[in-house]
């Protein structure tokens, strides 16, 4: 068996040409941009109001306490101007700055009366609550970079320099294979041999994330049909990705009839707990991640594995974290332990409590985990306080 960083690196070194696609701007969230986005005008394009009060010209600070009122100006309307410096006129917050003004003082400051505004201390300064032009970005400015992963402020972004449609790349086409005779539907009442199919939406719904959604299918444990299935989702899909049916058992079928559909098997056995079966093929259209069928095996791989693959193929930058383990672990076995963990933060570090679990297949425990962390296969022996690699099993938790 080779170690989990042999096969991350294998793994790594696979890929296809990359595509691209215009999508309505709703529809790219979760995506990447595919292109840079400009500034189509000054942001903000004007001088920009930012507390409701009132607009004054501060040199006449000097001689002035109170501004009678000429008029208003709201926001969305064209920009008045002040007849009279020693006069003011009440702004909004949003509005644009009315000519011959340069100071805002907001109305916590002041106290109207009879048209005029009476000022609680003549201390401001020009441009004071004003969001001056072109101070965030000037026309032609790269606001957003070939890359990006889409989120709502970058839709909001989008949505402010008049882009309704966006080139993004293109997401792989992906099927998810849940195997094994002893699976039923959600709707159906198992009986006491059979459990719910529960990995394959558990894998949807981690695509999710990314603005995935696969297809889901399932494999009985017949090698024929099997076959059968296999041979049109393999020229259909440009990834797979399977739950069970990788190991040793006799009617583990899938290794053998990917490799009879001309699959390249790469890895088939890592150094790790849990997930030691897990499986990786290339065929001519199509990459095959296959994850043992326990609960905690197939998601571990997938973020182990699949999750670092599928971010540098959209063009999103690695992420690498650690954190503290907080209490002594022993695990003898040669083998690299992906321990869960559930995390929060102590004095600025993040700290991993080990999560108690009956073994691979434990999915009510596998729920309470936020992340998983690898203890080195060369080591027995783990302690409190040490550091070690952490993978979050959720986009949003770090």
Sequence with gaps: MISVQEAL????????????????????????????????RDAPPFHRVTMDGIAIHSNALK?????????????????????????CIEVMTGAVLPKNTDCVVPYEQITLADGVAFLDSNEHVPYQNVHLSGTDAKTGDTLLTKGQSITPAIIGTLASVGISRIRVHKLPKIAICSTGDELVDLDQ????????????????????????KPNVFHLRDDKEEMMDELATLVKDYQILLF??????????????????????????????RPGKPFLFGVLPNSMIFGFPGNPASTFVCFHTYFKPWL???????????????????????????????????????????PLKSSGSGDLVHLAHAD????????REMFHAGEIFPLNPLGKNLL
Aim: aromatic share 6%; proline share 4%.
């Design 9 to 40: 690196d294998l793994i790594l070194a696979q890929s296809f040409p990359q595509e691209n696609e215009e999508v309505d701007l709703l529809d790219a969230m979760g995506g990447v941009l595919a292109e840079p986005v400009k500034a189509d």
């Design 63 to 87: 001689e002035n306490s109170s501004f009678k009122i000429e008029n208003i100006q709201s926001a969305g309307k064209a920009q008045q101007s002040l007849i009279n410096s020693e006069n």
């Design 189 to 212: 009442e198992p009986e006491i041999h059979q459990i719910r199919k529960s990995n394959a939406y558990m894998l949807h719904a981690a695509l999710l994330d990314f603005g995935i």
């Design 243 to 272: 739950s069970g049916a990788v190991s040793k058992g006799k009617y583990d079928y899938l290794p053998m009839v990917l490799q009879e559909l001309g699959m390249n098997k790469i890895i088939h056995g890592v150094a790790q």
């Design 311 to 353: 971010r540098q193929y959209l063009g999103l930058p690695g992420r690498k974290y650690t954190a503290v383990l907080d209490q002594d672990i022993s695990f003898k076995k040669p083998l690299t332990y992906h321990l869960l963990v559930t995390l929060s933060i102590k004095e600025g570090s993040i700290l991993a409590s």
């Design 371 to 378: 992340a998983v962390i690898s203890l080195p296969l060369e």
